[in-house]
């Protein structure tokens, strides 16, 4: 019915350009939950966020609500967040514990933690003869099909069918591995809670704005300026500004030359790595600390190879990013053709010094939150952009720049030198995105 409501989509799809329907048309945005989001993996949070058995944690997975739980088996487990008698929500707060079983609030039909019913009101007398009864999987909350975490972070898939989650995230698996093995301990816990922004545009705009070096240097260029000129007034009275400066005064003295230095990689399924541009090792008394820590934790060479990764963004098509080097990551939530939700977590290395959490704290307040001048241009760009695709002034959207000078190396595309500001990533999840749609199972 639906694929009858929309015309062929290999026509929506070229290598370097797209149709702006893709990004307006609410029978496509239907389509791309059917057969991306409710089918891949995604994202649905990091376990220490459900650390006791009965904490969860309710998430948006495509159109689906789920929650994320620990059961007394200590696994976390991720169901449909509806009751299979009449189908209200069982947990309608964002998290909480649901002690020792889920009880609905509408008739007290209860659940154990992995979603098999537990009791109904007077089950015997009331379903005599009916067949519901504990043995029928039809009266159990519903599971997602296939739940897996790598190092703590818990993804879903709800089709059976497709890649394991290894398979799915190959190269992208670094994102995980980075923000893990910087702990001396070899392992993250989030601080809650996160911030959660809407964004009145497409969720493709955001994802493919994470990739964007051309940008930075651009639209964040007054925000880095004013960063630029009180770092400048500090260094000149004190010698030296606290790096949380750098992190804003880089996107103005990072212009767009420089971004062309750095590289972008891009794999299947839609996966790509913006190579590192901060310098984020000063010699200051922490971060000595900190090395010291990880030297004793790691040995002196892995620590090294620990701190080179050479990563800035890593983007987990289609719907997460990863800053792993600063311990944060955005979680993209469609809510709607025009309506996106995004979540927006920091993480805490276990075992590291409390000055090297303040680092990300610091950058996850003056770069990725609702509050900062950096997020909010980047937010009006995403409206813009939206509300401009939705006109008749052209159909196209353009993806060309450094087209046709990609290097492919075993199915890794790789932009070539000087031409970090590709817009390869962008083609990379287009690609993607065509290979998804087009597959009916
Ligand atoms: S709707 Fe849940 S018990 Fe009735
Ligand atoms: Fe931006």
Not at 209 to 226: C, F, I, K, W, Y
Request: aromatic share 10%.
């Amino acid at each position: 019915m639906l694929q009858e409501r929309i015309p062929d989509l290999s026509k929506y799809v070229e290598p370097y350009r797209v149709r702006k329907e893709v990004y307006t048309d609410p029978h496509i945005f239907d389509l791309e939950m059917e057969r991306i989001h409710e089918r891949v993996w995604v994202y649905c949070g990091h376990e220490s966020q459900v650390p006791k058995v009965g904490d969860y944690y309710t998430v948006q997975l495509g159109r689906q609500p789920m929650i994320m739980v620990r059961g007394k088996d200590r696994r976390v487990h991720v169901l449909h967040n509806r009751c299979p008698h009449r189908g209200n929500m069982i947990c309608g707060d964002r998290s909480g514990n649901t002690g020792e079983f889920f009880r609905c609030s509408y008739h007290a039909w209860t659940f154990q933690h992995d979603g098999r019913l537990r009791s109904i009101p007077m089950m015997e007398s009331g379903y005599q003869g009916t067949g519901w009864s504990r043995d029928n999987p039809d009266c159990n909350l519903k599971p997602a099909a296939r739940v897996q975490s790598y190092r703590g972070f818990v993804f879903a898939s709800l089709s059976r069918n497709g890649p394991g989650l290894l398979d799915f995230l190959g190269y992208s698996k670094i994102a995980f591995d980075d923000i893990c093995d910087r702990s001396p301990e070899g392992e993250v816990e989030v601080v809650p809670n996160c911030f959660r922004v809407i964004q009145r545009s497409n969720w493709k705009i955001f994802l493919e704005n994470q990739l964007d070096a051309l940008h930075p240097s651009v639209t964040h260029q007054s925000t880095g300026r004013a960063a630029h000129e009180v770092e400048k007034e500090i260094e000149k009275r004190t010698g030296k500004a606290p790096l949380s400066y750098h992190m804003l005064s880089a996107f103005a003295t990072v212009t767009i030359d420089k971004w062309d230095g750095f590289q972008t990689l891009n794999y299947p399924h839609g996966h790509c790595i913006l190579t590192g541009y901060m310098g984020l090792r000063p010699k200051d008394p922490d971060t000595l600390e900190y090395e010291r820590v990880l030297a004793k934790a790691y040995g002196e060479k892995r620590k090294e190879e620990i701190l080179s990764t050479n990563i800035h963004h890593v983007l987990i098509y289609p719907g997460l990013s990863v800053q792993s080097p600063l311990q944060q990551l955005r979680a993209v939530r469609p809510l709607g053709v025009d309506k996106t939700l995004t979540e927006i977590w920091h993480f805490r290395l276990k075992g590291a010094p409390e000055p090297i959490y303040r680092r990300a704290l610091a950058y996850y307040n003056l770069v990725n939150s609702p509050s900062t001048m950096i997020n909010a241009d980047d937010l009006e760009n995403f409206w813009k952009c939206h509300t401009g695709l939705q006109s008749d002034g052209g159909d196209w959207v353009n993806f060309q720049r450094h087209f046709g000078r990609d290097t492919e190396k075993g199915g890794v595309v790789e932009t070539g030198p000087n031409m970090g500001t590709s817009e390869a990533p962008m083609r990379n999840q287009m690609k993607a995105w065509a290979q998804y749609m087009a597959t009916e199972k």
